[in-house]
């Protein structure tokens, strides 16, 4: 079965043209950055059928004619014929949203041949656009939504009454042609876990390819706040929830935590080829913390920290190196951990910063490169 690229083209394979969004001329002509190089990938490297999908508002009018659209449309077309990317067919409604027309996005009229044809795997393709129609698109076919968003204000939380619905359907958000073809190679490294026992009940979604975005709820408070930190400063989308027995004390909801997410990133980097695998960082105030940390199969952990206090906010001390032994141990990473400060709250954020730091070296990945990095061939 053919897997298709529906791809929109305003702010898509070419910029945007505002106030009037009509690319009616060739001074209003200028191409997304970046797109030939990663396009030209995409088209020569991956089996995708390539399918243009567009809005045209009032084309065909006395306020937009075709003679004025069409000079345009043919060069376009023709540019990106000379880097080897063709598209199969090229499907352009011309209709205003007011009239809300069956062939216009995201309604799917113009696409009835792709829908329920046997020839076509819509399950396994994708929209690829800038809009929120385009998103919306991707759910009326059954297929997934690849969000080229320029919009840092407007996230998948922002994106109208059915956020939920249509945040399931977004299978990347990035405003970058390169990460695009980054994930229709390798895939992102994204896991949901759960860990339960008779003292905790944990569940975890992590997507190490994220933005850093996190909702985190373990039942206290400064754990969380550091939590927070993996998730913004290793740019990690990171949820958990913890359902622990506080009522006893914080000792099994903290150590699981931690072997919880450890887990998740074991399933989440389990194929590690391209991968830098190692990573280090960093300073905060008087605080100074170096994490080294090595995501190599293997479980070990050095800590050479102390603390004076015997809680931060609700947090006992005692428990960060039970916290960070759980993750190196069901990670399978080793953990070089050493701190020098005076304020123990900076300490403590300053490691956790620099874990994620750390992590973010680690974890990041060439598409470009097959190579495992390990003279034993295996990780």
Request: with cysteine.
């Amino acid at each position: 079965m053919k897997r298709v690229l529906f791809i929109d083209r305003d702010g898509t394979l070419i910029n945007e043209a505002p106030p009037t969004y009509q690319i009616d001329s060739f001074a209003k002509l200028a191409f997304y950055p970046h797109m030939f190089e990663w396009m030209g990938r995409i088209a020569r490297e991956f089996d995708y059928e390539l399918v243009m999908v567009s809005n045209q508002d009032g084309l065909g009018t006395p306020g937009f004619p075709t003679s004025d659209f069409q000079p345009v449309q043919d060069f376009i077309l023709e540019t990106l014929k000379q880097e080897d990317i063709v598209f199969s067919a090229v499907h352009i409604d011309g209709t205003f949203a007011k009239d809300n027309a069956p062939t216009r996005k995201p309604n799917t009229g113009m696409l009835t041949k792709y829908m329920h044809n046997p020839a076509y795997d819509l399950a396994h393709s994708f929209v690829i656009g800038d809009r929120i129609t385009d998103v919306q698109l991707a759910k009326n076919l059954g297929c997934k939504a690849i969000w080229l968003n320029n919009d840092p204000s407007l996230g998948a939380g922002e994106i109208g009454e059915n956020a939920t619905t249509l945040k399931d359907t977004i299978a990347l958000e990035s405003p970058h042609w390169e990460n695009i073809y980054a994930f229709l190679k390798l895939g992102l490294r994204k896991v949901t876990h759960e860990r339960n026992t008779a003292e905790t009940k944990i569940a975890v979604s992590l997507n190490i390819d994220g933005s850093g975005k996190s909702d985190i709820h373990t039942g206290i408070g400064f754990f969380d706040h550091m939590l927070d930190q993996i998730a913004r400063h290793g740019r990690l989308d990171l949820g958990i929830r913890v359902q622990g027995d506080l009522h006893v004390d914080e000792h099994h909801t903290i150590e699981d935590t931690g072997i919880a997410l450890g887990e998740a990133f074991a399933l989440a980097l389990a194929d590690k080829r391209g991968m830098e695998r190692y990573g280090f960082a960093l300073p905060m105030d008087d605080a100074d913390a170096r994490v080294l940390i090595d995501f190599g199969g293997r479980s070990w952990i050095v800590w050479d920290v102390e603390f004076k206090r015997e809680k931060i906010g609700e947090m006992p001390t005692e428990m960060f190196f039970h916290f960070f032994k759980s993750f190196s141990d069901a990670a399978r990473c080793n953990l070089n951990v050493v701190c020098r400060g005076d304020n123990e709250h900076h300490k403590i954020e300053a490691i956790f910063k620099a874990l994620a730091r750390a992590i973010r070296m680690a974890v990041k990945r060439d598409p470009l490169s097959n190579h495992l990095p390990s003279t034993k061939e295996m990780l």
